[in-house]
């Protein structure tokens, strides 16, 4: 019902920026929370970043904060999650999401639809 497509990961250096992107298929995108969320090998699935249907509420994992900023284009039908400063252990498969609840929401269990994930490496 709702395919999310993320794009924009690759390799990186430590402190470099890489802005992904998560196109939504959707008629009603702007009524959905977007939530960003992370996986590397051996580890569960971790939050990184929300953001409210309106954009007017965005929340972040404390690992990320001050670094990452999440923003959405509800008339592009998409999310974007700037990563700037880059460290080695953001190195992960970063999904995006979309919750059809009416508020910011931190656990994955809240989010219904997920894209197929984007590879974020990054080098020492």
């Known amino acids: 019902q709702v395919q999310l497509v993320e794009s924009g990961g690759g390799l990186v250096q430590a402190g470099d920026s890489l802005r992904l992107s998560c196109a939504a298929s959707a008629r009603s995108f702007s009524s959905y929370t977007m939530g960003w969320f992370r996986q590397a090998p051996g580890k569960e699935r971790a939050y990184v970043a929300a953001i409210s249907a309106s954009g007017r509420y965005t929340n972040y994992a404390d690992s990320v904060k001050g670094r990452f900023t999440i923003s959405r284009d509800n008339a592009k039908n998409t999310v974007y999650l700037q990563m700037n400063s880059l460290k080695p252990e953001d190195t992960a498969v970063y999904y995006c999401?979309?919750?059809?609840?009416?508020?910011?929401?931190?656990?994955?269990?809240?989010?219904?639809?997920w894209g197929q994930g984007t590879q974020v490496t990054v080098s020492s």
């Open positions: 999401a979309a919750s059809d609840s009416s508020w910011v929401d931190a656990t994955a269990s809240a989010y219904r639809y």
